[in-house]
């Protein structure tokens, strides 16, 4: 089957949608894991936006001149912020990043959670919630400021 695009824009809309039904009817563990994959969709998109290396045919982002699929995960990518920083910097787009000044919260979650046992997730959600409202706050302001 091929690829099909990806869209993070409407991916990342979807899933932050989704996490706040979820949180309102208390259904925190999968609320965390939407809020976790809205904010990765949100740099994804931001990144893309900035012109970070992509698949022309499906959007995707890409690593390297091999064009292996850039798989990070939102923990993974605030792990990395110094180079988020450093790319964005260079582009002239640092205020999108601080407009994010809470996307470090996100530094204890992981896909691993959709496995545990929802005693043993931290009891991180609001801090995740927060930061991902940063993230839906931070692409209004970037597509008012596309051409």
Same mark, same amino acid.
């Given at each position: 089957m091929p690829s099909q695009p990806v869209d993070f824009y409407q991916a990342g809309q979807r899933h932050f949608h989704d996490a706040e039904l979820l949180h309102d009817h208390a259904r925190n563990a999968a609320a965390g894991q939407?809020?976790?994959f809205t904010a990765e969709c949100g740099i994804k998109f931001l990144l893309l936006k900035?012109?970070?290396?992509?698949? &022309?045919?499906?959007? =995707?982002?890409? =690593?390297d001149r091999k064009k292996r699929k850039f798989k990070k995960h939102i923990h993974e990518l605030v792990s990395n912020i110094n180079h988020l920083h450093a790319y964005l910097d260079g582009r002239g787009a640092a205020q999108y990043l601080a407009m994010m000044p809470s996307l470090m919260n996100f530094a204890d979650w992981t896909t691993a959670y959709r496995y545990y046992n929802e005693s043993h997730i931290p009891l991180?959600?609001?801090e995740w919630r927060s930061a991902s409202r940063e993230v839906m706050l931070m692409l209004d302001q970037l597509?008012?400021?596309? &051409?």
């Open positions: 939407l809020y976790g900035q012109g970070y290396p992509s698949d &022309p045919a499906t959007g =995707e982002l890409v =690593e991180s959600l609001t597509l008012l400021d596309m &051409p």
